[in-house]
């Protein structure tokens, strides 16, 4: 029987997922758990509640965020415990992939609590669609470490990997990480460059990496990127 209930339920946690840029991409069961839980944690509450107003929501917020999740996982678990509904929402797109939710949600599964997903919109999903890169398996891996010599490591360490990379990067990095991908695994290794997934000025960049290396240097490096990169026999 499908979980398509509307209304939420006492005692339970729910994983909204949120849109990642086009307000338009809200599901309609999101926009009714957002509406009817007890209260919603949320990343950046400003943020959220800014799309909760524009939904005509008006919610009581609890900030969730990666410098107080680990003491207010167990909180959120506790009015889950006591017959609470509690929902948690990222800044966009699905809680828990590389944001905030991983500990309340393990807080809830440790103690036998009801965790509900309510999927949505994903950046990373998104983007893989999109790409025209193998998507018949993929490494998602989050975003890669800060200092050069470990994404160097990261990338030899994946050099031969049969299956898209996929990874998240700032707009202060993404150059860098290209410029490295040329450098250890060649300009001709198809890599896939999105930013502003659904947004005003979503863009694409498909093709050997050299040649987005160059194209990325004409571009605007504003926005949020998700970098795919093929694996090295795939060719477009």
């Not at 360490?157 to 991908?181: G, P």
């Not at 960049?205 to 990169?229: H, T, W």
Request: hydrophobic share 45%; with cysteine.
């Amino acid at each position: 029987m499908e979980n398509s209930s509307l209304t939420p339920q006492p005692g339970t946690l729910y994983v909204v997922a949120t849109p990642i840029g086009n307000l338009a991409d809200i599901t309609e069961r999101a926009r009714a758990i957002l509406g009817g839980v007890d209260l919603v944690a949320s990343e950046d509450t400003r943020t959220t509640g800014l799309m909760l107003t524009r939904f005509g929501l008006r919610k009581e917020l609890v900030a969730y965020h990666e410098h107080n999740e680990i003491e207010v996982a167990e909180k959120l678990a506790d009015l889950v415990a006591a017959g609470k509904s509690v929902a948690i929402v990222s800044d966009a797109g699905t809680p828990a992939l590389s944001d905030p939710g991983f500990r309340v949600v393990r807080a809830c599964r440790r103690r036998g609590l009801p965790v509900v997903p309510v999927p949505g919109a994903s950046a990373l999903t998104a983007v893989l669609s999109a790409s025209g890169l193998p998507t018949n398996g993929f490494l998602y891996v989050g975003f890669l470490p800060p200092k050069s010599a470990a994404r160097i490591a990261f990338l030899e360490k994946y050099r031969a990997f049969d299956y898209t990379l996929a990874l998240f990067e700032s707009c202060h990095r993404i150059d860098k990480a290209v410029a490295e991908i040329v450098a250890n695994l060649g300009g001709t290794r198809v890599i896939c460059v999105a930013k502003e997934i659904t947004k005003l000025h979503e863009t694409f960049f498909v093709g050997p990496a050299a040649d987005m290396q160059a194209r990325l240097a004409k571009a605007s490096l504003k926005g949020e990127f998700v970098l795919l990169i093929a694996p090295q026999d795939f060719e477009l």
